[in-house]
């Protein structure tokens, strides 16, 4: 782990891996909601793909000290409340093209997806847009060649290690394989966004 101060009250940890940041990520909400002192004054812990920004942090060189002594668990798969269930219609117009690639009929991909549990791992792009870890190497994709202008709200699309929802209309490169109705980012809601790091999903088919 390295660690770099980022201003003069937060502190950036770089890891190695994916796992490893999801594995981070759940000890320090763990440690904060126990009540650890060493996290007093932490107002924001953010995870990415490769690193974890801590916000409101007192002094970072002893914290970053004190993190680099703590045994750090490995992340079951199984961590966390019971994975959020969204029902997906498999309508995608790359829907084709991902199976050719996976070398099933398009028919398949569904069971295929749906016997996946992801975890959200970070968020970005765009509010309530949550990049999901799970898809085995063998089922990693290229992104699209040429992307779209304009890919439809509630579209299930998959990129390199990655799955997620678009949470509104935007442009994008991913393949996309469906569509939903869920809600992805509502303000008005507690929590606004449907997928928050370390939470686990479930795509289900549509009847």
Excluded: K, N
């Amino acid at each position: 782990m390295r660690a770099l101060e980022a201003g003069a009250e937060a502190l950036l940890l770089e890891l190695d891996s994916g796992e490893e940041v999801a594995a981070l990520h759940a000890e320090l909400l763990r440690r904060r909601y126990a009540g650890d002192v060493e996290l007093g004054g932490v107002r924001e812990i953010v995870p990415a793909a490769r690193t974890v920004l801590l916000d409101g942090v007192r002094e970072p060189r002893a914290l970053a000290a004190r993190i680099a002594r703590w045994r750090v668990p490995p992340l079951a798969p199984a961590d966390g409340p019971p994975p959020v269930t969204v029902a997906v219609r498999y309508d995608g117009p790359d829907l084709a093209e991902v199976a050719g690639l996976w070398g099933v009929a398009p028919g398949e991909v569904p069971g295929i997806v749906g016997a996946i549990t992801f975890r959200v791992a970070f968020c970005g792009f765009a509010p309530g847009f949550g990049y999901l870890t799970g898809l085995p190497a063998r089922l990693h994709l290229p992104r699209r060649a040429t992307p779209r202008t304009a890919v439809p709200a509630g579209s299930l699309a998959l990129a390199g290690e990655y799955a997620g929802v678009y949470p509104r209309s935007s442009p994008g490169g991913w393949q996309l394989i469906g569509s939903t109705d869920a809600v992805l980012w509502d303000p008005a809601r507690e929590p606004a966004a449907l997928f928050a790091p370390g939470v686990r999903v479930r795509f289900e088919e549509a009847s």
